[in-house]
């Protein structure tokens, strides 16, 4: 029940016939009463959550890589250093 010197700390007026309102009890407990139209008013305890800040870095340090991994310069290792692209005519865009 709410008592007198329960201090109500928050209002959320969903329309005019409902709403939930947070008391702050003397002792700095919280609860919340919901009114509903043509319902008895509901009482419960909210459920508090941390929130707790990230202080990740700015960017992510990427391992270095070397010019030798097997992903790099594929076709000249596959066609040798001094191989070059040749056009292919009547062969259309691939998508």
């Known amino acids: 029940m709410i ?3 329960d201090r109500i700390i ?34 419960y305890i909210p459920q508090t959550q941390l929130e707790l800040p990230l202080d990740l870095p700015k960017t992510v ?6 010019q030798d991994a097997p992903h790099m310069n594929i076709l000249e290792r596959y066609y040798g250093k001094n191989w070059k692209l040749t056009e292919v005519k009547g062969l259309g865009d691939h998508y």
Do not use: A, G, H, W
């Open 3 to 5: 008592k007198k010197e």
């Open 10 to 43: 928050q209002m959320l007026l969903y329309n005019s016939t409902e709403s939930d309102m947070t008391y702050q009890r003397p002792d700095k407990t919280t609860y919340v009463c919901q009114i509903r139209k043509d319902k008895p008013n509901t009482f």
């Open 61 to 66: 340090s990427k391992p270095p890589i070397s």
